[in-house]
């Protein structure tokens, strides 16, 4: 069974930084792509950034352009979120996913394309 877990979040003042790491275990971490999302209270869940399996190709959301960062490690089997230049308007609960398939060598976007989730860390940008 797969299993997704988030840690690195917290309370941070505009303009601060954290580093959201995701550690995977019981899958075949590498050959999958990985996502990032978040989702604010009462929003919907929202694509925030993607890797592709290799690392090779990576995507984000237009908001977080030049200020988030997506990499992983196969390594260590661990998916991360840089994530510099907070702002308010970045606090949500983030969650790492697995894509559902290894075909893809361009990260998808759409929440459908991930079937496992860890459980969720919470990023707070105090103004």
């Known amino acids: 069974q797969v299993q997704l877990v988030e840690s690195g979040g917290g309370l941070v003042q505009a303009g601060g930084s954290l580093r959201l790491s995701c550690a995977a275990s019981?899958?075949?971490?590498?050959?999958?792509?990985m996502g990032w999302f978040r989702q604010a209270p009462g929003k919907e869940r929202e694509f925030v950034a993607a890797?592709?399996?290799?690392?090779?190709?990576?995507r984000c959301v237009d908001s977080v352009k030049g200020r988030f960062t997506v990499a992983r490690d196969n390594a260590q089997n661990t998916v991360y979120l840089q994530m510099n230049s907070l702002k308010p308007e970045d606090t949500a609960m983030y969650y790492c996913?697995?894509?559902?398939?290894?075909?893809?060598?361009?990260?998808?976007?759409?929440?459908?394309?991930?079937?496992?989730w860890g459980q969720g860390t919470q990023v707070t940008v105090s103004s």
């Open positions: 996913a697995r894509a559902y398939s290894s075909a893809w060598g361009v990260p998808p976007v759409q929440p459908n394309a991930y079937n496992y």
């Open positions: 019981g899958g075949s971490f590498s050959n999958y792509a």
């Open positions: 890797i592709s399996r290799t690392g090779g190709s990576t």
